[in-house]
């Protein structure tokens, strides 16, 4: 069984910069698409970065463009999320997540339907 762990959330300044976490079990070169999502209590869930294995190109939500770059380290087998300028509304759990299964293409993907593994997420507050 495949197990992703995040860590790195914290409680953070506005304005200031996090780096997230995930540690897969396996080699994270395995899954087909891997990524980042959150969940605040009063929104849906937000696939917010994810990035394919075939080319590397990154998926980005339009609401952090800019501001969040996802990093993949095939031999730590490790996905990372450095979050800079935070904001309020980026306040939620982040989740990491995968699948080993082409279901349709990376950004499709990365609303996290489709996704099979989960980590159980880390905790982000932005507050001064």
């Known amino acids: 069984q495949v197990q992703l762990v995040e860590s790195g959330g914290g409680l953070v300044q506005p304005g200031g910069s996090v780096r997230l976490s995930c540690a897969a079990s396996g080699r994270i070169t395995d899954f087909y698409v891997i990524g980042w999502f959150r969940q605040a209590g009063w929104r849906d869930r937000e696939g917010v970065s994810c990035?394919?294995?075939?080319?590397?190109?990154?998926y980005y939500a339009d609401s952090v463009k800019g501001r969040f770059t996802i990093f993949r380290d095939n031999v730590k087998n490790t996905i990372d999320l450095q979050i800079n300028d935070l904001k309020s509304e980026d306040t939620g759990v982040y989740y990491c997540?995968?699948?080993?299964?082409?279901?349709?293409?990376?950004?499709?993907?990365?609303?996290?339907?489709?996704?099979?593994?989960w980590g159980k997420g880390t905790p982000v507050t932005v507050s001064s």
């Open positions: 997540a995968g699948s080993f299964v082409r279901m349709a293409s990376v950004k499709d993907m990365c609303d996290g339907v489709s996704m099979d593994y």
């Open positions: 990035i394919g294995r075939r080319d590397n190109r990154a």
